[in-house]
T-cell receptor, first 116, second 113 residues
Framework: GAVVSQHPSWVICKSGTSVKIECRSL??????MFWYRQFPKQSLMLMAT?????????EQGVEKDKFLINHASLTLSTLTVTSAHPEDSSFYIC????????????FGPGTRLLVL | QQQVKQSPQSLIVQKGGISIINCAYE??????FPWYQQFPGKGPALLIA?????SEKKEGRFTISFNKSAKQFSLHIMDSQPGDSATYFC????????????FGKGTHLIIQP
C-alpha cells in the first residue's frame, strides 16, 4: 500500500519549453502533496505544498510563476516547469500524505529533468 | 540557515557492524522525525520515524534514539549488510505532517563485505 507514482521518469527538453510532471497516489487519497527538488548528491529541498482544491504554498525563493502546481484531485498533482532553462535541470520528487494527522510522507520515484 | 544538521557525510562499515548516523535540529517546533533511505536515481523510502514523546523506537534492525533536551536524534543500523549501502536522510517536520519535511544533507553509507 501507499504507492506514489510519477510520470515521466525522465524528460529532456529544449530551453524555453514547458514541461509537466505528474504525481499520483495510486492506492490512497492524498489531501496534501509536496514537491521537492534534489540536485546531484545533495539533499531534498521543499519547493511547495499543495492541497486539493486550493492554491499551492511555495517556499521562499521558489518562483510560483515558473513552477506551476495544480492539485486538481485527491490522487493527482502536477508540476509544470515553464520556460525551462538549463539551471532548472534537476531531480524532481513528489510526496503525498494520506490525510489530516497522518504525517507519513510517501515519496514517488522522481523525475529527472534535463534542459538543453 | 540549515535547520537539520546531519553527520557524518559518508560512512564505511564492515558487514555485520553497527552503522550510526546522527542528526541535530534547531527548531523546537519540530514534532516528527523520520529517516529515509535513498538509492541512486530513486525516490526516498521511509525507514522509521519517531515523535518527541518517545526516546527510542526499534523496527527490525533499525533503531532511532531521540534526545529531546539535546535536540538530537540518531539512526542505528544493526548487523549492517551490503544491501544497506545507500544514502540516508534524517528529516523533521511540524504540525503532524501538514508541513513539508526539512531534510539533513544526507549520509552516504557503504557496507563492505
Amino acid at each position: 500500500g501507499a504507492v506514489v507514482s510519477q510520470h515521466p521518469s525522465w524528460v529532456i527538453c529544449k530551453s524555453g519549453t514547458s514541461v509537466k510532471i505528474e504525481c499520483r497516489s495510486l492506492d490512497f487519497q492524498a489531501t496534501t502533496m509536496f514537491w521537492y527538488r534534489q540536485f546531484p548528491k545533495q539533499s531534498l529541498m521543499l519547493m511547495a505544498t499543495s492541497n486539493e482544491g486550493s492554491k499551492a504554498t511555495y517556499e521562499q525563493g521558489v518562483e510560483k510563476d515558473k513552477f506551476l502546481i495544480n492539485h486538481a484531485s485527491l490522487t493527482l498533482s502536477t508540476l509544470t516547469v515553464t520556460s525551462a532553462h538549463p539551471e532548472d535541470s534537476s531531480f524532481y520528487i513528489c510526496s503525498a500524505t494520506p490525510g489530516t494527522g497522518q504525517e507519513t510522507q510517501y515519496f514517488g520515484p522522481g523525475t529527472r529533468l534535463l534542459v538543453l | 540557515q540549515q535547520q537539520v544538521k546531519q553527520s557524518p557525510q559518508s560512512l564505511i562499515v564492515q558487514k555485520g557492524g553497527i552503522s550510526i548516523i546522527n542528526c541535530a535540529y534547531e527548531n523546537t517546533a519540530f514534532d516528527y522525525f523520520p529517516w529515509y533511505q535513498q538509492f541512486p536515481g530513486k525516490g526516498p523510502a521511509l525507514l522509521i520515524a519517531i515523535r518527541p514523546d518517545v526516546s527510542e523506537k526499534k523496527e527490525g534492525r533499525f533503531t532511532i534514539s531521540f534526545n529531546k533536551s539535546a535536540k538530537q536524534f540518531s539512526l542505528h543500523i544493526m548487523d549492517s549488510q551490503p544491501g544497506d549501502s545507500a544514502t540516508y536522510f534524517c528529516a523533521a517536520s511540524m504540525t503532524g505532517g501538514a508541513d513539508g519535511l526539512t531534510f539533513g544533507k544526507g549520509t552516504h553509507l557503504i557496507i563492505q563485505p
